[in-house]
């Protein structure tokens, strides 16, 4: 297919070229002339006859004209430059399509999910995720593409040897482009520089890219919920939220991902592939974002902080599960009781309270357990020696965490405190904080009676079970 921003028109794709003959001085014989050689082009095009050939590569095309612009890639001829950043091409066409790239015009629009396109063969190509077609097959496997390049490119991971080496540190690469690409980090020059923070990039276009992470700058908006991207692939990509699109599919279990990078991740699931690697402590990881994070528990580097507390925390979605104590704010709720929690993981635990789930079970005596902490604390009520004693009392406790919240009966401690009242807690504000904001989340089912704790609803639950029990009467 043609690249309109690198200029490198596709002659085989036969397209009408925009070059117009002089005007003829007998309108007559150069009608007929042209009708003459519409039918010639007609007849070869079934014919499969290519009479004009390129006497450097061996190439041959329908048509002169074709040929004569299929020298410029020989010669090096770009007639047709772009008035705004005077990148040259080589077809007519070529410049057409790029400057779209410059007004934003996207002609070609697709009338399921209104996505426009500045080229109509792209459209084309985009139908093919509605109709579900793949008219590119592989013989090897038998596996269908959408496009012929998918396929070109796949074609390669049947192939033994990689077609593209790196000569310096024998890295392989299966496109020729990822090998131009790595080659810019073996040069002592790095090509691209932020003069921010000093990041270097092998190209102009990712500095661009990264400069709006220091200028906030988000140009392209989703028209539906107006949340703004840096890129417009990335606009393009969170449009499959909108209209269900999900083109990347599993071959093993058939689940479907919006973003091919997410399909290669899937896969690593199916495979147990973990190529990145831990330099210090050797663990894997299956992405190259979870390495990132795992690093810095050797750094100690905690780069996302709370405005509120100061808390700081290794991961921004930490943080942001952090932030629901300060909002209040508990998007999962369980459907049996109502309860609402901050995360969904402990909605999952919490589920098996009402299902009797208990999943972790200890080889010692069988007993089961809803989460693994707490088998990991029962597991400790084997062993001979108990871990954490109080040296006061000497009351014995299978977790620091239980003896240091013991430990502040005897000192006195009360390190929760609270800022509206400035009343000092052992344990937790939550509860504490309910009385101010007369939330009450726990509810009796038989009287529809709310409490702040759920310790206060099972005392209240005895008094109906106490009625209804007739040993009781």
Same mark, same amino acid.
């Given at each position: 297919?043609?690249?309109?921003?690198?200029?490198?028109?596709?002659?085989?794709?036969?397209?009408?070229?925009?070059?117009?003959?002089?005007?003829?001085?007998?309108?007559?014989?150069?009608?007929?002339?042209?009708?003459?050689?519409?039918?010639?082009? &007609?007849?070869?095009?079934?014919?499969?006859? =290519?009479?004009?050939?390129?006497?450097?590569?061996?190439?041959?095309?329908?048509?002169?004209?074709?040929?004569? &612009? *299929?020298?410029?890639?020989?010669?090096?001829?770009?007639?047709?430059?772009?008035?705004?950043?005077?990148?040259?091409?080589?077809?007519?066409?070529?410049?057409?399509?790029?400057?779209?790239?410059?007004?934003?015009?996207?002609?070609?629009?697709?009338?399921?999910?209104?996505?426009?396109?500045?080229?109509?063969?792209?459209?084309?190509? *985009?139908?093919?995720?509605?109709?579900?077609?793949?008219?590119?097959?592989?013989?090897?496997?038998?596996?269908?593409?959408?496009?012929?390049?998918?396929?070109?490119?796949?074609?390669?991971?049947?192939?033994?040897?990689?077609?593209?080496? %790196?000569? &310096?540190?024998?890295?392989?690469?299966?496109?020729?482009?990822?090998?131009?690409?790595?080659?810019?980090?073996?040069?002592?020059?790095?090509?691209?520089?932020?003069?921010?923070?000093?990041?270097?990039?092998?190209?102009?276009?990712?500095?661009?890219?990264?400069?709006?992470?220091?200028?906030?700058?988000?140009?392209?908006?989703?028209?539906?919920?107006?949340? #703004?991207?840096?890129?417009?692939?990335?606009?393009?990509?969170?449009?499959?939220?909108?209209?269900?699109?999900?083109?990347?599919?599993?071959?093993?279990?058939?689940?479907?991902?919006?973003?091919?990078?997410?399909?290669?991740?899937?896969? =690593?699931?199916?495979?147990?592939?973990?190529?990145?690697?831990?330099?210090?402590?050797?663990?894997?990881?299956? *992405?190259?974002?979870?390495?990132?994070?795992?690093?810095?528990?050797?750094?100690?580097?905690?780069?996302?902080? #709370?405005?509120?507390?100061?808390?700081?925390?290794?991961?921004?979605?930490?943080?942001?599960?952090?932030?629901?104590?300060?909002?209040?704010?508990?998007?999962?709720?369980?459907?049996? %009781?109502?309860?609402?929690?901050?995360?969904?993981?402990?909605?999952?635990?919490?589920? =098996?309270?009402?299902?009797?789930?208990?999943?972790?079970?200890?080889?010692?005596?069988?007993?089961?357990?809803?989460?693994?902490?707490?088998?990991?604390?029962? &597991?400790?009520?084997?062993?001979?020696?108990?871990?954490?004693?109080?040296?006061?009392?000497?009351?014995?406790?299978?977790?620091? =965490?239980?003896?240091?919240?013991?430990?502040?009966?005897?000192?006195?401690?009360?390190?929760?405190?609270?800022?509206?009242?400035?009343?000092?807690?052992?344990?937790?504000?939550?509860?504490?904080?309910?009385?101010?904001?007369?939330?009450?989340?726990?509810? %009796?089912?038989?009287?529809?009676?709310?409490?702040?704790?759920?310790?206060?609803?099972?005392?209240?639950?005895?008094?109906?079970?106490?009625?209804?029990?007739?040993?009781?009467?």
């Amino acid at each position: 297919t043609a690249d309109p921003e690198s200029g490198d028109a596709c002659e085989d794709d036969q397209e009408k070229m925009d070059s117009k003959p002089e005007p003829s001085e007998n309108p007559d014989l150069e009608a007929n002339t042209q009708i003459r050689n519409s039918d010639a082009v &007609i007849v070869q095009t079934h014919t499969g006859e =290519r009479p004009f050939t390129c006497k450097v590569c061996q190439k041959s095309f329908t048509q002169s004209s074709y040929l004569n &612009i *299929h020298m410029r890639s020989h010669t090096g001829e770009r007639p047709y430059s772009c008035d705004i950043c005077k990148k040259t091409f080589i077809h007519a066409n070529s410049l057409t399509y790029h400057m779209r790239t410059h007004t934003g015009e996207r002609p070609y629009s697709c009338k399921l999910c209104q996505k426009g396109f500045m080229q109509s063969k792209d459209l084309k190509v *985009h139908m093919r995720t509605h109709t579900g077609e793949r008219p590119f097959t592989c013989e090897v496997c038998g596996k269908s593409f959408t496009t012929g390049s998918d396929l070109k490119v796949h074609i390669r991971t049947h192939t033994a040897k990689k077609l593209f080496p %790196c000569d &310096i540190c024998k890295k392989t690469f299966i496109h020729v482009n990822s090998l131009t690409s790595h080659m810019r980090t073996h040069t002592a020059k790095k090509l691209f520089s932020c003069d921010i923070c000093k990041k270097v990039f092998v190209s102009s276009r990712n500095l661009t890219y990264h400069m709006r992470t220091h200028t906030d700058e988000r140009p392209y908006s989703c028209k539906v919920c107006k949340k #703004c991207f840096t890129q417009r692939s990335c606009l393009n990509v969170h449009m499959r939220t909108h209209t269900g699109e999900r083109p990347y599919s599993c071959d093993i279990c058939r689940k479907t991902f919006i973003h091919s990078n997410n399909l290669t991740s899937h896969m =690593r699931t199916h495979t147990g592939e973990r190529p990145f690697t831990c330099e210090l402590c050797q663990k894997g990881f299956m *992405h190259s974002r979870a390495l990132k994070v795992h690093m810095r528990n050797h750094t100690g580097e905690k780069p996302y902080s #709370c405005k509120v507390c100061e808390k700081h925390f290794t991961q921004k979605s930490s943080l942001n599960v952090h932030m629901r104590i300060h909002t209040g704010e508990r998007p999962f709720t369980c459907e049996v %009781c109502g309860k609402s929690f901050t995360t969904g993981s402990d909605l999952k635990i919490h589920m =098996r309270i009402h299902t009797g789930e208990r999943p972790f079970t200890c080889e010692v005596c069988g007993k089961g357990f809803t989460t693994g902490s707490d088998l990991k604390a029962h &597991i400790r009520t084997h062993t001979a020696k108990k871990l954490f004693p109080c040296d006061i009392c000497k009351k014995v406790f299978v977790s620091l =965490r239980n003896l240091t919240c013991h430990m502040r009966i005897h000192t006195g401690e009360r390190p929760f405190t609270c800022k509206l009242c400035q009343k000092g807690f052992m344990h937790t504000l939550k509860a504490h904080m309910r009385t101010h904001t007369d939330e009450r989340p726990y509810s %009796c089912k038989v009287c529809k009676k709310h409490f702040t704790q759920n310790s206060s609803l099972n005392v209240h639950m005895r008094i109906h079970t106490s009625f209804s029990d007739p040993s009781n009467q």
